[in-house]
């Protein structure tokens, strides 16, 4: 079981709205992240991408790039999460199960330029995730991946 932690949360309450970034959130199997426009159910109620990832994105883009840019709405320390489809993420009560890659889309390149390319390798993007256990998620919380 690896573990890690939660470093970031973020929301959109549209699409193409601002990003806006959280210290604390609900997280509920009907709406995902609470205020955020994509959490019906299905395979991407919840974004996660990881630190790890991110910095290598960064590095190919000789760019420090904040990690809003993904629109992700979870940033993780410590769990890398290439190719875990399947997989459960515990943070503190919530439990997601990892549905496949967050694809980088062109979007990412208004973001900055090269972004869609850098987000490609390796899972770079992150994932998307089902919600199965919702509750509340707060910035340092503990991250565990599981099967």
């Not at 790039?65 to 769990?79: E, M, S």
């Not at 459960?88 to 973001?111: A, H, K, N, Y």
């Not at 972004?115 to 899972?123: E, Y």
Request: with cysteine; glycine share 12%.
């Amino acid at each position: 079981m690896a573990e890690g932690t939660l470093l970031a949360i973020a929301r959109k309450s549209k699409v193409r709205a601002p990003v806006e970034s959280l210290e604390a959130g609900e997280i509920t199997v009907d709406n995902g992240l609470t205020g955020d426009h994509r959490g019906t159910p299905g395979s991407r109620q919840i974004t996660v991408v990881s630190k790890q990832a991110w910095e290598a994105t960064c590095r190919e883009l000789g760019d420090d790039v904040p990690w809003t840019y993904r629109r992700a709405n979870l940033l993780v320390d410590g769990i890398d999460l290439k190719k875990m489809s399947g997989q459960r993420l515990r943070i503190g009560e919530v439990e997601l199960e990892i549905t496949g890659e967050t694809e980088p889309c062109p979007r990412m390149d208004e973001q900055h330029q090269g972004l869609t390319t850098a987000l490609a390798p390796d899972w770079r993007g992150g994932v998307t995730c089902r919600v199965l256990a919702g509750g509340r998620v707060t910035v340092g919380d503990a991250v565990t991946l599981d099967g």
